[in-house]
């Protein structure tokens, strides 16, 4: 059968774990075509490919450079380590890919982050820093409440992410490995920071997300625990705007729980959100592991909100943490054949590195740092 000329032809780079997620949204289309993936062990790739029921005509490279020097591709899915973000990106900007979707966090640092920018620009290139939390269903209606002020003036948000040691997915210790180096993984450039600047870039997009404000200044403090920096702790505050009832404060806490079990069907780790406005308070629970018995018990809705004397729960969600890779893959789709800026674009997801790279510098240094006096 031959190819709509309109189908947009789609490359991903990297099968590990979290291809299974990523790939969900590009399945099932009638407008895209996955024509190719690149691992640098054929094997697994080759595994995905089955286990996804593509195309037998889906060829299979161990360079991505090779892959999009050969293949006419409309869309290319980077999902490498973090230090590898940038070099890939550029290498699909100079052959003009119309989208190129990267997973978080954008680059290692910000010098990374505006080349990465500057090819895209140059090249007309969609950029978009892949991001599904904001488009979890459940989530998705507590930014539509927000912007409707239906719980006032936003003054304080509280991030928890708790992150058990089994429940979910088996990952290999092999998958690991590169995010025990503080060159692949990024942040403190002694020990890296694998919890900060992987697992918490989602925490950082949400505090900045929920907000829609600019952030004056961040305080961290991170421990040491298994080789990795947690728990930790991070306060920031917005600058201030004349027609906000009270200042904007936020903060984030990641904590390793070695014995906790978190029932999930992907990775053991959740999060609970909680927003503070002017004449009420909302409850977000649960993401990553949305979905199980938690979920379905009274007393951890997915959305909860205490207004004018009341208490309203929300439970009717697609409460399954694939639907926010499926509806964020999706907007960017949409985002490519419109021709129109993602959620995030490479200015916004800049933004959030810079934000994230002063609470792992705060950390480091014990002090506070302002956003502003935050550039190379």
């Given at each position: 059968?031959?190819?709509?000329?309109?189908?947009?032809?789609?490359?991903?780079?990297?099968?590990?774990?979290?291809f299974d997620?990523n790939?969900?949204?590009?399945?099932?289309?009638?407008?895209v075509?996955?024509?190719?993936?690149?691992?640098?062990?054929?094997?697994?790739?080759?595994?995905?490919?089955?286990?996804?029921h593509?195309?037998?005509?889906?060829?299979?490279?161990?360079?991505?450079?090779?892959?999009v020097?050969?293949?006419?591709?409309?869309?290319?899915?980077?999902?490498?380590?973090?230090?590898?973000?940038?070099?890939?990106?550029?290498?699909?900007?100079?052959?003009?890919?119309?989208?190129?979707?990267?997973?978080?966090?954008?680059?290692?640092?910000?010098?990374?982050?505006?080349?990465?920018?500057?090819?895209?620009k140059?090249?007309?290139?969609?950029?978009s820093?892949?991001?599904?939390?904001?488009?979890?269903?459940h989530?998705?209606?507590?930014?539509?409440?927000?912007?409707?002020?239906?719980?006032?003036?936003?003054?304080?948000?509280?991030?928890?992410?708790?992150m058990?040691?089994?429940?979910?997915?088996e990952?290999?210790?092999?998958?690991?490995?590169?995010r025990?180096?503080?060159?692949?993984?990024?942040?403190?450039?002694?020990?890296?920071?694998?919890?900060?600047?992987?697992?918490?870039?989602?925490?950082f997009?949400?505090?900045?997300?929920?907000?829609n404000?600019?952030?004056?200044k961040?305080?961290?403090?991170t421990?040491?625990f298994?080789?990795?920096?947690?728990?930790?702790?991070?306060?920031?505050?917005?600058?201030?705007?004349?027609?906000h009832?009270?200042?904007k404060?936020?903060?984030?806490?990641?904590s390793?729980?070695?014995?906790?079990?978190?029932?999930?069907?992907?990775y053991?780790?959740?999060?609970f959100?909680?927003?503070?406005g002017?004449?009420?308070?909302?409850?977000?629970?649960?993401?990553?592991?949305?979905?199980?018995?938690?979920?379905?018990?009274?007393?951890?809705?997915?959305?909860?909100?205490?207004?004018?004397?009341?208490?309203?729960?929300?439970?009717?969600?697609?409460n399954?943490?694939?639907y926010?890779?499926?509806?964020?893959?999706?907007?960017?789709?949409?985002?490519?054949?419109?021709?129109?800026?993602?959620?995030?674009?490479?200015?916004?997801?800049?933004?959030?590195?810079?934000?994230?790279?002063?609470?792992?510098?705060?950390s480091?240094?014990?002090e506070?740092?302002?956003?502003?006096?935050?550039?190379?």
């Amino acid at each position: 059968m031959a190819m709509k000329s309109d189908m947009l032809k789609v490359g991903i780079i990297g099968t590990g774990t979290i291809f299974d997620l990523n790939v969900l949204g590009y399945l099932n289309r009638d407008d895209v075509k996955i024509t190719c993936l690149c691992n640098r062990t054929i094997k697994k790739a080759e595994e995905k490919k089955e286990k996804f029921h593509l195309e037998k005509t889906t060829s299979i490279y161990c360079d991505y450079k090779e892959m999009v020097d050969e293949e006419d591709l409309d869309i290319v899915v980077i999902l490498l380590p973090h230090d590898l973000h940038a070099d890939a990106t550029i290498y699909a900007a100079k052959k003009k890919i119309k989208g190129i979707s990267v997973q978080k966090p954008m680059a290692v640092n910000l010098k990374e982050a505006d080349d990465m920018i500057t090819a895209c620009k140059n090249s007309g290139s969609i950029l978009s820093i892949f991001e599904n939390f904001v488009f979890a269903p459940h989530i998705m209606k507590a930014k539509e409440l927000i912007h409707k002020d239906y719980i006032g003036d936003v003054a304080s948000i509280r991030i928890k992410v708790a992150m058990g040691s089994h429940g979910g997915w088996e990952i290999p210790e092999s998958a690991n490995k590169w995010r025990k180096d503080p060159k692949k993984v990024g942040g403190d450039p002694k020990k890296g920071s694998p919890i900060l600047l992987d697992n918490g870039w989602h925490a950082f997009t949400l505090g900045w997300w929920l907000f829609n404000e600019e952030i004056e200044k961040v305080f961290a403090w991170t421990g040491a625990f298994q080789g990795l920096d947690t728990p930790a702790f991070v306060m920031w505050k917005c600058k201030n705007k004349k027609d906000h009832l009270v200042p904007k404060y936020g903060n984030m806490e990641f904590s390793l729980m070695p014995e906790m079990k978190i029932p999930s069907r992907y990775y053991p780790t959740d999060e609970f959100i909680e927003i503070i406005g002017s004449r009420g308070l909302m409850k977000i629970n649960q993401c990553t592991s949305i979905g199980n018995e938690m979920t379905s018990s009274e007393i951890f809705p997915p959305l909860m909100i205490v207004r004018d004397g009341k208490v309203e729960t929300y439970r009717e969600f697609q409460n399954d943490w694939k639907y926010s890779f499926i509806n964020a893959t999706h907007h960017f789709i949409d985002a490519v054949k419109e021709n129109k800026p993602p959620m995030l674009s490479g200015e916004q997801a800049r933004y959030i590195l810079k934000f994230n790279l002063a609470a792992i510098q705060s950390s480091i240094t014990h002090e506070d740092v302002y956003l502003d006096e935050l550039e190379e």
